[in-house]
T-cell receptor
């Protein structure tokens, strides 16, 4: 099976812009979670989607949003970018929503100038 | 957000040595996952633990789920240069739902030839 794929791998934006990141889970996996990784805060949970519904949400402002499509692919959007949003955004997929193993993609490196 | 206390923060060892790292928390976890992350890549799942007291091996790696459900450790035997990277523990809090993983702060491993 192909692993989790994320596009794009690298992105440079300026403050105030918005960005959309994409994630394709492992075939057959219905749960997709998003994480933000920064040197200062480590890996922080953003949100999780299962069967097109958001099941969990982390402590991030409303500028961070996401959605999941019927084919389990997911996108996350960040609006009104701030310098502090520069990070590695990781997507992980899991077979179901029952606290199972999560498999990560390579991430999208977002730089906000 | 909540993070697991992971130690040591970094290790610099000689090739062939054994390595041990651990994670502790004030919360009870019902699943522990150990990941390795190389620079610029997403975390790769090494070992998953589901029961208190469980001891699981994956090649030279051995991990245990603490009896109290509040800790876990990872051992690497006979380290080799490719073991270099950052190791993360992660877990699902007992009262949590869905797939919201809480991550440790990471252990950076460096191996001297």
């Amino acid at each position: 099976k192909a692993g989790v794929t994320q596009t794009p791998r690298y992105l440079i934006k300026t403050r105030g812009q918005q960005v959309t990141l994409s994630c394709s889970p492992i075939s057959g996996h219905r749960s997709v979670s998003w994480y933000q990784q920064t040197p200062g805060q480590g890996l922080q949970f953003l949100f999780e989607y299962f069967s097109e519904t958001q099941r969990n949400k982390g402590n991030f402002p409303g500028r961070f949003s996401g959605r999941q499509f019927s084919n389990s692919r997911s996108e996350m959007n960040v609006s009104t970018l701030e310098l502090g949003d520069s990070a590695l955004y990781l997507c992980a997929s899991s077979e179901n929503a029952a606290q199972n193993e999560q498999f990560f993609g390579p991430g999208t490196r977002l730089t906000v100038l | 957000g909540q993070q697991l206390n992971q130690s040591p923060q970094s290790m610099f060892i000689q090739e062939g040595e054994d390595v041990s790292m651990n994670c502790t928390s004030s919360s009870i976890f019902n699943t522990w996952l150990w990941y390795k992350q190389d620079p610029g890549e997403g975390p790769v799942l090494l070992i998953a633990l589901y029961k208190a007291g469980e001891l699981t091996s994956n090649g030279r790696l051995t991990a245990q789920f603490g009896i109290t459900r509040k800790d876990s450790f990872l051992n690497i035997s006979a380290s080799i240069p490719s073991d270099v990277g950052i190791y993360f523990c992660a877990g699902y809090i007992l009262t949590g739902g869905g797939n919201k993983l809480t991550f440790g702060t990471g252990t950076q491993l460096k191996v001297e030839l």
